[in-house]
Protein backbone atom coordinates (compact mmCIF):
# COMPACT_ATOMS: atom_id res chain seq x y z
CA UNK A 1 0.00 0.00 0.00
CA UNK A 2 1.40 3.39 -1.01
CA UNK A 3 2.06 5.75 1.55
CA UNK A 4 2.83 9.75 1.41
CA UNK A 5 3.91 11.14 4.00
CA UNK A 6 4.01 15.25 4.31
CA UNK A 7 6.53 17.98 5.75
CA UNK A 8 7.12 21.51 5.92
CA UNK A 9 3.98 24.48 5.81
CA UNK A 10 3.34 26.74 7.97
CA UNK A 11 3.10 30.49 8.57
CA UNK A 12 5.33 33.22 6.23
CA UNK A 13 4.97 36.80 5.13
CA UNK A 14 4.46 37.45 1.69
CA UNK A 15 7.35 37.49 -0.63
CA UNK A 16 8.88 34.93 1.19
CA UNK A 17 9.69 31.14 0.81
CA UNK A 18 8.56 27.66 2.22
CA UNK A 19 10.01 24.00 1.04
CA UNK A 20 7.61 21.16 1.22
CA UNK A 21 8.60 17.57 1.38
CA UNK A 22 6.85 14.11 0.51
CA UNK A 23 7.97 10.78 1.42
CA UNK A 24 6.77 8.08 -1.08
CA UNK A 25 6.55 4.16 0.47
CA UNK A 26 5.15 1.31 -0.09
CA UNK A 27 5.91 0.78 -4.65
CA UNK A 28 8.04 1.54 -6.45
CA UNK A 29 8.59 5.23 -6.39
CA UNK A 30 9.77 5.69 -9.51
CA UNK A 31 6.84 4.16 -11.43
CA UNK A 32 4.44 7.15 -9.99
CA UNK A 33 3.61 10.43 -11.59
CA UNK A 34 3.84 12.95 -8.25
CA UNK A 35 1.28 15.91 -8.44
CA UNK A 36 0.93 18.66 -6.07
CA UNK A 37 -2.50 20.08 -5.17
CA UNK A 38 -4.08 23.05 -3.33
CA UNK A 39 -7.18 23.20 -1.45
CA UNK A 40 -8.32 26.93 0.30
CA UNK A 41 -11.67 27.04 1.94
CA UNK A 42 -14.45 26.96 0.60
CA UNK A 43 -12.65 26.18 -2.89
CA UNK A 44 -12.59 23.12 -4.37
CA UNK A 45 -8.88 21.33 -5.25
CA UNK A 46 -7.02 23.05 -7.02
CA UNK A 47 -4.27 21.67 -9.42
CA UNK A 48 -0.65 23.09 -8.70
CA UNK A 49 2.03 21.29 -10.81
CA UNK A 50 2.59 16.99 -11.53
CA UNK A 51 6.01 15.74 -12.41
CA UNK A 52 6.73 12.55 -14.87
CA UNK A 53 8.41 9.56 -13.13
CA UNK A 54 11.81 10.16 -14.42
CA UNK A 55 11.60 14.03 -13.17
CA UNK A 56 12.45 15.13 -16.79
CA UNK A 57 9.18 16.61 -17.53
CA UNK A 58 6.58 19.27 -15.76
CA UNK A 59 3.68 20.99 -15.55
CA UNK A 60 2.70 23.78 -13.95
CA UNK A 61 -0.43 25.98 -12.77
CA UNK A 62 -0.31 29.70 -14.45
CA UNK A 63 -0.97 31.25 -11.37
CA UNK A 64 2.36 29.74 -9.99
CA UNK A 65 4.58 29.26 -12.83
CA UNK A 66 7.96 31.58 -12.09
CA UNK A 67 7.09 31.21 -8.59
CA UNK A 68 6.91 27.27 -7.27
CA UNK A 69 9.25 24.26 -8.37
CA UNK A 70 8.16 20.69 -7.94
CA UNK A 71 11.74 18.30 -8.00
CA UNK A 72 11.76 14.85 -6.92
CA UNK A 73 14.89 12.32 -5.50
CA UNK A 74 14.29 8.91 -7.15
CA UNK A 75 16.80 7.23 -4.98
CA UNK A 76 15.25 9.65 -1.70
CA UNK A 77 11.38 8.37 -2.48
CA UNK A 78 10.71 12.17 -1.76
CA UNK A 79 9.69 14.68 -4.08
CA UNK A 80 10.10 18.59 -2.75
CA UNK A 81 8.24 21.33 -3.48
CA UNK A 82 10.07 24.81 -3.36
CA UNK A 83 7.30 27.68 -2.99
CA UNK A 84 8.88 31.27 -3.38
CA UNK A 85 7.32 34.40 -3.72
CA UNK A 86 4.59 33.83 -1.54
CA UNK A 87 1.19 35.40 -1.97
CA UNK A 88 -1.81 35.61 0.39
CA UNK A 89 -3.71 34.08 -2.60
CA UNK A 90 -1.69 30.58 -2.24
CA UNK A 91 -2.88 30.50 1.48
CA UNK A 92 -4.14 26.46 1.21
CA UNK A 93 -4.14 23.51 2.37
CA UNK A 94 -1.22 21.76 0.24
CA UNK A 95 -1.52 17.93 -0.75
CA UNK A 96 0.71 15.42 -3.14
CA UNK A 97 -0.64 12.73 -4.70
CA UNK A 98 0.83 9.94 -6.89
CA UNK A 99 -0.84 8.36 -9.92
CA UNK A 100 0.68 5.39 -11.62
CA UNK A 101 2.47 5.40 -14.87
CA UNK A 102 1.08 7.52 -17.59
CA UNK A 103 1.61 11.23 -18.06
CA UNK A 104 1.11 14.02 -15.80
CA UNK A 105 -2.17 14.96 -15.21
CA UNK A 106 -4.11 18.36 -13.49
CA UNK A 107 -6.73 15.96 -12.93
CA UNK A 108 -7.17 14.76 -9.12
CA UNK A 109 -9.85 12.06 -10.30
CA UNK A 110 -6.54 10.24 -11.83
CA UNK A 111 -4.34 10.08 -9.01
CA UNK A 112 -4.67 6.71 -6.95
CA UNK A 113 -2.87 7.95 -3.54
CA UNK A 114 -3.31 11.64 -1.33
CA UNK A 115 -0.78 12.82 1.10
CA UNK A 116 -2.06 13.74 4.25
CA UNK A 117 -1.65 17.47 3.68
CA UNK A 118 0.04 20.33 4.34
CA UNK A 119 -1.31 23.90 5.93
CA UNK A 120 0.40 26.92 4.39
CA UNK A 121 -0.58 30.53 5.13
CA UNK A 122 1.27 33.63 4.10
CA UNK A 123 -0.03 36.52 5.54
CA UNK A 124 0.12 40.18 3.98
Known amino acids: QVQ ?7 LV ?12 SG ?7 MGWFRQAPGNEREFVAAISWSGSSTDYADSVK ?3 TLSRDNAKNTVYRQMNSLKP ?3 AVYYCAAKILGDQSQDARNYNYW ?10
Open 4 to 10: LVESGGG
Open 13 to 24: QAGGSLRLSCEF
Open 27 to 33: RTFSSYV
Open 66 to 68: GRF
Open 89 to 91: EDT
Open 115 to 124: GQGTQVTVSS
